[in-house]
């Protein structure tokens, strides 16, 4: 599993207009090439009346799957910029559909080669991109009476509570850096005066959001 990789923020779908032509990009994460394919189709039979529904994606941990198609457009002109507008972000595991209406003024190579990549570029934007960071989960199980402090001393701290479960004592499991375990409940059993037991879980991933380039 890669440390940490660049996905959309969810899934989504933006529309722009170029020379009276619809320019509409639909953008999902997909774990597999069949969920993409799966989700292209399913976008063909709701979008038959478009001219073109152009597909670009990126699958995998080292993008081992990549695929660019025109549908109908000149060589070149649509799946290409889309699939470069999304390498270029640093994108994983996304397709990006982008269904155009024809306006009835045609646009030519550079045009549609700008058009399709913009439709990304503007979905991207207005949808946000995160960072999925690979952390361990870390439950530190406090009494009723500890939990009050316990939930401010992480809110103004560095680690981020992943969810908060309430039974006969109160759970906060909690996002750690593998190499940060140690420090971490180091930190929470000085904050608690022992007071505190601990359960290493499973590695998952968590989602931070983020401004500007990356």
């Not at 990006?96 to 045009?111: H, N, S």
């Not at 934007?125 to 952390?135: A, F, P, T």
């Not at 001393?153 to 560095?158: A, N, P, R, Y």
Request: hydrophobic share 35%.
């Amino acid at each position: 599993m890669l440390k940490n990789y660049y996905t959309i923020a969810k899934d989504g779908s933006f529309e722009i207009e170029i020379k009276k032509s619809r320019f509409i990009c639909h953008l999902k994460r997909v774990a597999t090439e069949a969920e993409a394919q799966d989700y292209i189709q399913s976008l063909k039979k709701e979008h038959w009346k478009a001219n073109h529904n152009c597909v670009a994606y990126l699958i995998g941990d080292q993008n081992e799957i990549q695929r660019a198609y025109d549908d109908g457009e000149p060589s070149g002109t649509a799946g290409v910029p889309m699939l470069e507008v999304l390498k270029k972000q640093e994108l994983k595991y996304v397709v990006a559909v982008v269904t155009r209406y024809f306006g009835g003024t045609k646009l030519g190579a550079g045009g549609l080669i700008r058009a399709y990549g913009k439709a990304v570029s503007t979905a991207l934007k207005e949808i946000g991109v995160v960072e999925r960071k690979l952390q361990t989960e870390i439950s530190a199980t406090v009494h009723y009476s500890a939990s009050g402090k316990l939930e401010n001393d992480l809110i103004e701290s560095t680690y981020a509570i992943k969810e908060i479960l309430y039974t006969d004592e109160v759970t906060f499991v909690c996002f750690v850096d593998e190499p940060d375990i140690a420090a971490f409940q180091a930190e929470l059993t000085d904050w608690l005066n022992g007071q505190v037991a601990f359960k290493k879980g499973p590695q998952s991933y968590r989602e931070l959001t983020f401004s500007g380039n990356h």
